[in-house]
């Protein structure tokens, strides 16, 4: 028993061992369009029309793969893709399912405007609550949203524009590889007053991102390269114990809590361009210092006081807690994900044995600077206040 997926746009197929499978398929399950535009190929298979059942869909493959019919189910684009070969997949026995993919959607529309994307995230609307999209523009420079007739582009585009979404470089991509054919190009503003086919993959990306991230090679930068407020950023030896506390995955979500000049998150998002990094920060001065100090870093900027402020963002794999009492870090810990790793900062050393006592390890750091005395340029060391770095994997 078997069942043969074949990729098609606008009636062609990719490559011959997709125009094997269709000419030797007895079953030709796609929609009316499908089959219309495959009137030209004269395939001898039997034509059925799709229809939005895909359980009954599925059992009507399987079934006739049963009796010795070869299957092959039309689909657009790559059906590996949030396609069809999910549903299949699922049902099947390994080694059942045989898959042709035409292009995506997503690299035609990359291909379209001549942008690399391999650094790009993926987003789609179709079954999911359009603040997934947003989140995921917010946090990310290059995001391509597969957009849906619930949630139109102009509707994303109006959810980029209340959520405070710094600018972007908008291409409305339509019937991609199809007749008609047009991709659109504009910015949030643009994208959310205009009127655009439902059935599009939006690309939005960052000014400063059309090139693909390289991850950095060093961290614990000196804070002259931060924008900060009266010395209220982590000092740059603190910075870099945290971030090899941390232990920064490829991919997933830091929240960098109690931001203040975003400094350890704008460290951790230059050097894991995967992550998801978003800065929490109650003081609006301090947040937009964040904005500035994150440009060219993929740095989600959320203006409010924990815990509160954490409710709505996605859970977390990482954590560090720079500013926020004993509650705050009780917040992240009902929060973190399995195996997240939480690192959290304090001047004052009861509340540090708290948060030990939390995450089971602690250090005191005690840094002394030297400084210039006299006309001679003779140095002395002035010590710094100590600052006691918590961690653990909750």
């Not at 710094?166 to 190009?185: I, K």
Request: charged share 20%; net charge negative; with cysteine.
């Amino acid at each position: 028993m078997s069942v043969t997926v074949v990729g098609l746009h606008s009636g062609h197929w990719y490559g011959p061992s997709a125009e094997a499978a269709l000419r030797s398929a007895d079953l030709l399950v796609g929609a009316a369009r499908q089959h219309a535009d495959l009137a030209h190929a004269q395939l001898p298979g039997e034509p059925v029309e799709l229809w939005g059942k895909l359980d009954e869909l599925v059992e009507l493959c399987i079934d006739r793969s049963a009796r010795g019919d070869h299957v092959c189910v039309l689909a657009a684009g790559d059906p590996g893709f949030f396609g069809i070969v999910r549903v299949l997949a699922a049902r099947l026995r390994a080694g059942a399912l045989e898959v042709h993919p035409a292009p995506s959607s997503v690299s035609l529309a990359f291909a379209r405007v001549a942008l690399p994307w391999d650094d790009a995230v993926v987003a789609t609307c179709h079954g999911r609550p359009l603040a997934v999209s947003v989140d995921a523009v917010l946090a990310h420079p290059k995001v391509a949203v597969l957009v849906s007739r619930d949630n139109t582009p102009e509707a994303l585009g109006q959810a980029l524009v209340d959520a405070g979404c710094d600018d972007r470089n908008v291409w409305v991509c339509s019937n991609l590889g199809e007749d008609g054919e047009r991709v659109h190009r504009t910015n949030l503003a643009g994208l959310a007053a205009g009127t655009f086919d439902a059935l599009s993959v939006v690309l939005l990306v960052a000014p400063d991102a059309e090139v693909a991230p390289t991850a950095g090679t060093g961290w614990g930068r000196d804070h002259a390269s931060f924008e900060h407020r009266a010395g209220l950023i982590t000092k740059a030896e603190v910075r870099a114990v945290v971030l090899g506390k941390l232990d920064l995955p490829p991919s997933g979500v830091l929240w960098d809590v109690g931001a203040g000049s975003g400094s350890v998150a704008v460290e951790a998002a230059r050097l894991a361009p995967g992550l998801r990094v978003v800065a929490v920060e109650r003081d609006a001065e301090a947040c937009e210092q964040i904005r500035r100090n994150a440009r060219g870093a993929a740095v989600r900027v959320v203006e409010g006081a924990a815990p509160a402020a954490l409710a709505d963002l996605p859970d977390p794999d990482r954590v560090f807690v720079g500013g926020g009492g004993i509650d705050v870090l009780d917040a992240v810990l009902a929060r973190v994900r399995s195996g997240a790793t939480v690192v959290a900062t304090y001047a004052v050393l009861d509340a540090a044995v708290a948060a030990a006592d939390r995450l089971g390890s602690l250090v005191q750091l005690q840094l002394s600077r030297g400084v210039p005395i006299g006309p001679e340029g003779r140095l002395r060391l002035a010590a710094e206040n100590p600052v006691f770095v918590v961690w653990g994997n909750p």
